[in-house]
């Protein structure tokens, strides 16, 4: 072994803690430990220049297997919370800092330059050694494995991710301004916009399709702002003004002072699917409301008897009586009135606008349409609805629709008549209404597989009430469960949060 070479070897090892300690100044300075550096960690790197010290000065061969026990950071009592980047940090800034002391002993004239390559040829390896060494102890024995995965991924593991990214989704880039700066062929292909058309836009205005609210979409992007990651259903319009709807994933990506300066989008067509459930929820409709229309009859054609009564006797009678049959004809007339409105309500097409709503007022005159029809059916409605207005966001129509559907069900578990009880509380940032009726019940099996398209047990069932309101509870972020025995009963509980609850503004962590 050259001389010189030994003697650097040499004064690596005594200047080992010296240097080691050149490494903590560093990585307090670049900041990647904010906290104190711990004693173990100081030892455990000037070991590294010991072994290179001892490379070259005596034993390569050794030094090597020095280093690869020195990698395995449980055996040598490291502290392993850390990620791997900063172990790994540890290795290069060694090779910096030795970089460091030769050219100084170079310019000092007290190393001779040609020692240099020798000395890096004897160094080079060893770190290599000491880098993959990490990486194997560090993935084998997992210890930070979440910080980490990523950083064990080839190069190669990564395109292949890009290309499978770029083959299975609809994938846009845009930066703090949510200006486009990147987007994919299938992104192109979805909006009918060229790529050339849509870089440098406003990505939030270029697709506007008119069909969320401004509040809905400023709520967005105030959370991805914060740097949280936005999960929904978006509906945009393409080039030629056509709709389409993506089901949305948009990740920001934060600098240093925690502000987002990029955000990725990842998008799936949900056109066709959204198609579908549009077609489900009219033809169930349809079928509801001609369910109802016979129910209907019978209501209106009460007051109208009574009308017509009254109307008979009225030219014969004196002027007081006169006055109070006056007054009972119009009672039956906003009767008939309210009845025939809250049907058209869900008879009438109608865009799908989320707004606040009162839900004790939609729970009160579902119960008064269906009163009618229960009465007829020896079904008594016990009304234990909290009576403080409950607002929720939502769409008045489709959550009438829900209620009109699970008190219909309820109705035809009563063939013989009983009670069906609904009720409503406030769980947390929730409503929960149940309800309750006391008829045939169901057995597990069919427990397990109501909601389901087409799942009916009734002969003129369509089997589509449930899904319809399944979707429709799912769309307001609420959820509906099940109790149910057979020939005691069921409850249906419907949680909805209430205004202001966080799952309203679609938060996913
Ligand atoms: P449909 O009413 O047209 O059959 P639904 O989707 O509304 O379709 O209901 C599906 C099935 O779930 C019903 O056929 C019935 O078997 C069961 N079901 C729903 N609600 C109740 C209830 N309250 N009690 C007993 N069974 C019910
Ligand atoms: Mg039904």
Redesign the pocket.
Known sequence: MNTEVSLFGYMLQMRSHLLANKITEIHKLRNHSPEPERIEMIEWRSKLFQHLGYALCEDFEKAQEYIQQWADLREQAVPHEYSLTYYLNSVFYSRSIILNVLHNEINDSTLPSSALLEILKIIDPLLDHATSSLINNYTINSYNTETDEDLIITLEELKDFKFALNEATIFAVTDSNNTISYVNDHFCKISKYSRDELIGKDHGEIFKSGYHTEEYLDNIWHLIQQGKVWKGEICNKAKDGTLYWVDTTIIPFLNFDGKTYKHISIQYDITEQKKTEEMLLKSEKL?LVGELAAGLAHEIRNPLTTIKGLVQVLQETTADKKALYSDIILTEIDRINYIVSEFMVLAKPHAVYFNECNLTDILKKVIYLLEAEANLKNVVIINDIANEDVTLHGEKNQLTQVFV??F???M??LPNGGVIRVSTAVVNDNIKIS?E?N????SEE?VK???EPF????A??????????YKIIQNHKGSISVK?ELNK??T?DIMLPLVGNKANIQQFK
């Open positions: 079928s559907n699970l219909k069900n309820a035809e578990a309800i009726d008829g045939v019940g169901m069919q597989r109501i909601g799942y009916t047990t009734k003129m069932g369509t089997g589509l009430g449930l899904m319809v309101s149910s009963g069921t249906f």
